[in-house]
């Protein structure tokens, strides 16, 4: 369990397949299918979650981790995993991509929902603090967009919601990680 950060980054790398392709696809087929606005900014919060777990599996000293914690640390990018498969978007003319949104819907937030919950336990059964710092602030601003994502059907407000989490994971990732050495 020496190296989690690659292990992580294999996930990732495979996770990250979808969205791209679907952002790809989308820009090739631009012509024929103009994407839902809202599924496209959902693929690049994505890509941006993934990037976080990544970056915060190569901070994870796994020195003295256990079994346990290393299983709920991996639940972590499978997770992510899971929602870029549930959210893949068809970039096809006949396919409503914001009704294939929709249909994922629950799935989809409950899943993003129970991520940030699954840090916090980690860090429990590591027997680690878990102080109200930063870190602690934007893992609760997630789980509580994730619920009110739950709710929300209409497709400008679902746009909104996807942008405000977009940006979240960004100011997110540079605010908690942005002096970690690349």
Known sequence: MEHLWFFVGVI???????????IASSLRERRRV????????????LIALLIEFWVAST????????????????????GAMVLASLSKPTVDP???????????RVP??????????ISLLRELVAG????????????LLVFLGAVIGLFIRDRRQTL???SVMLVLMVVYMFDVYGSVPA
């Open 108 to 117: 989809f937030f409950t899943i993003l929902a129970v991520l940030p919950v």
């Open 128 to 139: 680690e603090s878990i102080p109200l710092d930063a870190d602690l602030v934007y893992r």
């Open 160 to 162: 909104i919601h996807a």
């Open 59 to 78: 901070l994870v000293s796994n020195e003295d981790m256990g079994l346990g914690q290393f299983l709920l640390f991996l639940l972590l990018p499978f």
């Open 12 to 22: 990732v790398g495979i996770a990250l397949e979808w969205p791209l392709r679907y």
């Open 34 to 45: 103009r994407p839902d606005a809202a599924v496209f900014v959902w693929q690049l919060f």
């Open 94 to 104: 006949s396919v409503n991509q914001w009704e294939e949104f929709e249909a994922q």
